[in-house]
């Protein structure tokens, strides 16, 4: 299901995908031919509870894998009105999904993408989820303590708390998949068909790292490292990805278990990616640039990721083949990179700093609390 | 600033306050005849950015003390659309108190009632908002971790989180005071003319449990404990929630500091509740009814609360004295109780139980995420 809120806003702040997407009708089609399956698309909003209850009644899914949020953390920094419809997108599309499964199917599994940034920087161990701790004589094992760094990262620890609850309430059952950075523009079923590429986010609002710095590079620009570049976070390659749910989906968790899957399989700083990006891309340059961001600039950062090993991942390590196909794939599209995007624009301390946006995107989420059925 | 949403609520479940309460326009002018001092309300809902804009802009405020939450546990376990108001209500409420101080009056101390019940009943000693956690050979201190109960106590914890960022990015100041539960009926102010009486809810819904028991004792029903009624809550009395909100405001964090202090004086367990009820009221008797919330009847719980004693908090502990003028202020309004509203008639598993509801509250909500300005 989908309701395109993606392509929307491409037009509100003036970007677009490196790799050009085809329309869903496209998508499917172009699936149908490659692999005889026919996807059945559903397009509404998830924050409409009504069509929410109607999909889940007609579908009869066994497993939900939940992408319908707004992913951004740079675009929930814009201003309040971003800030509040990433909230609200978020958390009432996941409370309308937890309400529909404990009403019509308690059974089906939810597969949540959550993030690694819902854990922010602790000068300890990350551990997923969960963390045992002894404290004046008496232990427990508790939820792991959350220091998310945007609106977009609280919205996510907001539906994690909300699920875990909904587990242990209605007794659903739920894996949350702590996702760290992705990198990378191609599975084994994307390069079947043209028609099948998925994005490829280059910009200072979706773009993640390691992309920026490849497009940066090809197109001449300086890789813009945020502060001193040692912001370390856990990575994975988007092969892993799909993979890491598959695993999730066909090993369930029981009825009521809450789980949660740090899904990343390598750490790396920011200032090494553009190191790296800049040994494989003779004449790349890098540029510090004053940190918009709110965070540390140098920090302690482990986080064990064992789950998703030990049920047969076997992960896609960064290799330099990686970021050489990343630069050809770029080559190739080289003319659709708008240039000015690749520099952040948004200062996450101010309440409203990016003037060229085009207004009007809200009205979409009016129906957020309407009465539902 | 008021919505009046407690009234309009009132009407939907059938249900009012025990002690009348008068127009605000019939408090206001009996505050000034008391007192002399005249109070400027406004009156919107805290969900339209551009009002709480203008208000801000209008009064300039020193200080907020931010009480504008759906507040009732119960009523957010009724059904999917009461789970999704109470947590697009406070959540945007509060993001939107946030922005407009980001924008116009960062300096501004948040006052923000917070619950006990955000931590639910972890099974070690309960601290002040952070804990020190030492894991695998290194030590850091963290947010305290989270266990909510309910769609309203995650609510809770969903504006704490929202809160503690904020603190950080836009350099606000904030107390969050995690209130346990409250009893009594009337302050000092209060006690000053009638028209200024304060809320007392006995019901399944809204009423805290004390109050119940106290009302059931004096209308000759059973006292209702659920399960066991081993659950160990902190409670104060309603004149400490005054103290405390002004020892927080005459004591104001650092800019950019955000604070938690737990607000109760005294654990008590709801069994020992009843029978303190049932000893001062000769012919009370207790019923253990099903438990309608998925909660521990029997648990660990202890909670430190020195940060306001250390400033000053005097308690009122719990004497028969307040048990017996609680009676005393029962018999007078014994004819205002809607003897079918003390029972608990939500329960916490189903997704819609509460068929006696009037409908159509939700059209309130519609702008919670309209575009402000």
Known sequence: MDNFSRRTIDDEIGSQSLVPIRTLRERIDAWHKATGQTLRPYVFDLTDYKKTLDMIEDFQPDAIVHFAEQRAAPYSMIDR???VYTQVNNVVGTLNVIYALARLMPDCHLVKLG?????????????????EITHKGRTDVLPYPKQPGSFYHLSKVHDSHNIMFACMNFRLRSTDLNQGIVYGHATDETRLDDALATRFDYDGVYGTVLNRFAVQAVIGHPLTVYGKGGQTRGMLDIRDTLRCIEIALTNPPEPGEYRVFNQFTEEF?????????QRLYPGAVIEYLPNPRTEMNEHYFHAVNTHLLDL???????SDEVILEMF??????????????????????????????????????????????
């Open 81 to 83: 009105d971003h800030a």
């Open 115 to 131: 993030t690694m940034g819902e854990y922010g920087t602790p000068n300890i161990d990350i551990e997923e989820g969960f963390i």
């Open 269 to 277: 700083s920011v200032g090494d990616l553009a190191h790296r990006v």
């Open 312 to 318: 047969g991942l076997e992960p896609h390590f960064l």
């Open 328 to 373: 050809e794939i770029i080559e190739h599209h080289r003319e659709r990179v708008v240039p000015e995007n690749v520099n952040p624009d948004i200062d996450w301390r101010q309440t409203g700093t990016k003037s060229h946006l085009w207004p009007g995107l809200f009205d979409r989420t009016s129906k957020a609390s309407g009465r539902g059925s």
